[in-house]
């Protein structure tokens, strides 16, 4: 399950100059800020398995609540980003950010692989949608399945880390996670599949990535 009822979910690409610069930021520096912010609990990235899947990295917050990813705290952070957060992201393209609630979470823990689909839905299909995820949770080394929300207004908030930016792109009504042990666990077809039959309006983004890093709790950075 998600260690939390709310998550920042982020999809990028990388100008190709930049990444080394974002490699060092992302896992020296940005992720331990992010995850040292009270509420936060968990923190990973995550890169495609292949060529089909876009943007390249995904990266994944969990929080207590959806107040935490709203809240002053975080915004602090937003809003007085620091000089290597201003100079890697300005190289970030091909930005979705979402900021969503947890409708369903299920799973025993983490796996390597990730599935992620983005989706258009009416709020009304939550049980439909949730029923599908559920289903997912018990096929063979399937970790976790999950289902969210993403909260438009507050994904569309910019500030001054984001103000600037062109690259950000309209978030995702919903989105499913989907971990598994391997990639072979993962049919994307299968699952947009049930989510059409279920409702679900494309244009449906999926893809499969394998996690590169993670890390938890720690203390806030000075």
């Not at 923190?43 to 943007?55: I, M, S, W, Y």
């Not at 929300?149 to 600037?164: F, G, I, K, M, N």
């Not at 978030?171 to 049930?194: G, N, R, S």
Request: some cysteine; aromatic content about 8%; charged content about 25%.
């Amino acid at each position: 399950m998600l260690a939390g009822e709310a998550v920042v979910a982020i999809w990028n690409d990388i100008a190709s100059e930049a990444r080394a610069p974002f490699y060092d930021w992302h896992i020296n520096e940005h992720m331990p800020e992010r995850v040292g912010i009270p509420g936060f609990r968990r923190g990973r990235r995550c890169v495609a398995l292949d060529g089909e899947t876009q943007p390249e990295f995904f990266t994944l917050y969990e929080a207590d609540t959806f107040e935490v990813i709203t809240g002053a705290d975080y915004a602090a952070r937003l809003n007085d980003p620091t000089p290597a957060t201003r100079a890697v992201t300005a190289q970030f393209r091909a930005t979705t950010r979402a900021l969503a609630r947890v409708v369903e979470s299920r799973g025993p823990g983490l796996g390597g692989i990730l599935l992620t689909l983005r989706f258009e839905a009416e709020a009304m299909l939550a049980p439909e949608l949730s029923t599908i995820t559920r289903s997912c949770a018990v096929v063979p080394r399937v970790t976790g399945t999950h289902l969210c929300r993403t909260e438009r207004d507050a994904s569309d908030l910019r500030t001054v880390e984001t103000r600037a930016r062109g690259d950000i792109e309209t978030p995702p009504a919903w989105f499913v996670l989907i971990e598994a042990t391997d990639a072979q666990a993962l049919d994307l077809a299968a699952v947009q599949q049930a989510l059409r039959s279920a409702g679900a309006l494309g244009p449906f983004v999926g893809g499969r990535y394998r996690l590169e890093y993670l890390r938890t709790k720690t203390a806030v950075m000075p």
